[in-house]
């Protein structure tokens, strides 16, 4: 079988040991020659790349691995290159968050006044990515899980039409994972229709290979638990806010029981309980600092010191092995069948062609190949095209540099009550946004 060469753009993420694994654990699906971490914050990196080299040297020493922050050596020669980036890292995450809460609006990573702070963020760093691979690799594609997804991949759409660049992300995987304990069956074997757009959807349809509807099922326990499981499923959204989010899944069931909502929709349909139980001192960005961020590298730094990976504290990610499937879906004209996100034309009928959604896919070696999920209904279409508004507003104000825009964008987001309070917010994020966004006039 053919090995391929990867860079992880992001390599200092906190998720880079726990996929870096993950990949390992299927390397029979596979094959890597060589793996390559690049960050451009080159002493955050170096404490992930210095454990992995000792780790990658005991369990797979065929593998050439290396990290770096030069572009050139980072994207030149590579097959695949997997985007977590998080421009700001965490300590403009927490501003994302804080700001708004101080106004008593939602104070989150990728829905309302933070997810667009973290989208004009992101955007720039995303670009510069982009061209480093075509630049150096022009083959190569890219599996970006950066969020904000819904930002990112319109800025891609508007920005970079033709980079091979394949937006996807993992809530839907985890949503899945719960669900196929709810009815105890195996997550691969469950196919899914599902309308929206990203961290904003729908499933319309939970199927197993034999034709099967476990809709009704699923919702009926969703109604009284929400997406919590008695057996715990997901490595990933484990943490308290995590759990009163599965939770809440209850009452998004309650507005429409029609299909099954993606938990992120909370923010949008219940913001004012949303603020009531979140904390404006200690907000999920201090949650992951003080859990995920200090669990991984405390546990990097063991392995350096004590010069071998045995027992490290690293786990695999056994969750994000939907990254290997897309790949391999590229690699090897699989055909899989995956929600991702992509430019609608008419994928959701009565919905506007150009806006980026997230519906499933038949991934081949040409890209994804949206399938048609009919019309919508009124509340979903009419929520849905309020938000794409507002990403589509964001990546305007990025490219014109207009104060203006980005006001409406705020104003529009179903998550602020007003303009008056988007004007304060915007005002206190540009201040706190100096060096990242570009001036606004
Ligand atoms: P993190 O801050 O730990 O890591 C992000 C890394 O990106 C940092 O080391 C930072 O220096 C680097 N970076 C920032 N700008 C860059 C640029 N322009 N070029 C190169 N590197 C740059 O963040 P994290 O919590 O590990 O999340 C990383 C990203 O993955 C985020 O966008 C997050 O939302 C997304 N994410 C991924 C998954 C997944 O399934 N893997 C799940 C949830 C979120
Ligand atoms: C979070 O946990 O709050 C986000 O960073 C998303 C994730 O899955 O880690």
């Known amino acids: 079988m053919k090995k391929f060469s990867i860079v992880i753009a992001g390599g200092g993420s ?105 989208g004009m963020r992101s955007i720039g760093g995303m670009m510069e990515i982009i061209d480093h691979m075509e630049k150096y690799s022009p083959k190569c594609w890219m599996l970006n ?56 959807g729908w499933w319309t349809s939970v199927k197993d290979k034999e034709g099967h509807e476990y809709l009704p099922e699923i919702r009926e326990y969703v109604a009284e638990n929400g997406y919590l499981t008695k057996v715990e499923v997901d490595t990933q959204h484990m943490d308290q806010s995590w759990q ?62 004590k010069g071998t ?27 899989e069948r995956m929600l991702m996100i992509v430019e609608n034309n008419g994928a959701i009928a009565n919905f506007d062609d150009d806006a980026m959604v997230e519906v499933p896919c038949i991934v081949g070696s040409d890209g994804p190949e949206p399938l048609a999920q009919g019309k919508i209904p009124a509340f979903e279409k009419a929520l849905m095209h309020q938000q794409v508004t507002v990403e589509k507003l964001v990546v305007e104000a990025y490219i014109t540099g207009s104060y203006q825009t980005l006001w409406q964008a705020l104003t529009l987001s179903k998550t602020i009550p007003s303009a008056e309070v988007a004007k304060n917010i915007l005002d206190e994020l540009i201040l706190a946004n100096k060096g990242f966004w570009p001036e606004l006039s």
């Open 145 to 200: 899980y950066s969020n904000p997804a819904s930002i990112v991949a319109e800025a891609c759409r508007v920005m970079r039409p033709k980079a091979k660049v394949l937006n996807i992300c993992d809530m839907p995987v985890g949503t899945l994972r719960r669900m196929s304990q709810i009815i105890n069956k195996n997550p691969g074997d469950l196919e899914v229709r599902y309308f929206g757009l990203n961290h904003f």
């Open 244 to 305: 009163e989010t599965h939770k809440k899944a209850k009452d998004l069931i309650a507005v429409n029981p029609r299909y099954l909502p993606n938990t992120y929709l909370k923010y949008y349909l219940f913001p004012d309980y949303e603020v009531k139980h979140s904390n404006c001192t200690y907000s999920r960005a201090n949650e992951v600092m003080d859990g995920r961020e200090k669990t991984v590298f405390t546990a990097a730094k063991k392995i350096v010191e």
């Open 309 to 335: 990976a045995e027992n490290s504290g690293f786990t695999i990610d056994s969750h994000a092995s939907f990254i290997v499937d897309l790949a391999r879906a590229i690699a090897f004209n699989t055909h």
């Open 14 to 118: 906190t998720f880079t040991p726990g996929i870096v694994m993950m990949m390992l654990d299927n390397i029979d699906r596979f094959p890597i020659r060589k793996l390559k971490l690049y960050d451009n914050d080159g002493d955050r990196q170096a404490i992930l790349g210095g454990a992995l080299e000792i780790l990658l040297k005991e369990q797979a020493p065929d593998i050439e691995f290396s990290y770096t922050t030069d572009p050139e050596t980072a994207f030149t020669d590579v097959d695949f290159c997997m985007a977590h980036i998080r421009v700001g890292k965490y300590a403009m995450r927490e501003q994302d968050e804080k700001i708004p809460l101080n106004y008593g609006v939602v104070g989150q990573e990728t829905c309302g006044p933070g997810g667009i702070a973290y």
